[in-house]
Nanobody
Framework: QVQLVESGGGLVQPGGSLRLSCAVS????????VGWYRQAPGKERMLVAR???????DYADSVKGRFTISRDNAKNTLYLQMNSLEPEDTAVYYC?????????WGQGTQVTVSS
């Protein structure tokens, strides 16, 4: 079993920034797919950003140019730097790792963008 713990969420004004962290209980060095999803109230969970094949990044169109995903293999930690936040970014953010056929999720962290 793999545990993931997110942190860094909170309330921020439009135009502000947050950095989410996801601490993973095992090495992520060889994990082929890691990333972040989000789920807004009344909407389906959607992919925000991911890293595949160790270095290839992929972003949802709505966050391109504003969000940056990164990983620190030495610390077994994922990050999501979120800049120029908009009210539409309000959601619960979940990190995941997919080492094989199984996917492991964090418990989620709330991000609220509001003035």
């Amino acid at each position: 079993q793999v545990q993931l713990v997110e942190s860094g969420g909170g309330l921020v004004q439009p135009g502000g920034s947050l950095r989410l962290s996801c601490a993973v209980s095992r090495s992520i060095l060889s994990v082929n797919s890691v990333g972040w999803y989000r789920q807004a109230p009344g909407k389906e969970r959607m992919l925000v950003a991911r890293i595949i094949h160790s270095a290839v990044t992929d972003y949802a169109d709505s966050v391109k140019g504003r969000f940056t995903i990164s990983r620190d293999n030495a610390k077994n930690t994922l990050y999501l730097q979120m800049n120029s936040l908009e009210p539409e970014d309000t959601a619960v953010y979940y990190c995941y790792v997919r080492p094989s056929d199984s996917t492991f999720w964090g418990q989620g962290t709330q991000v609220t963008v509001s003035s």
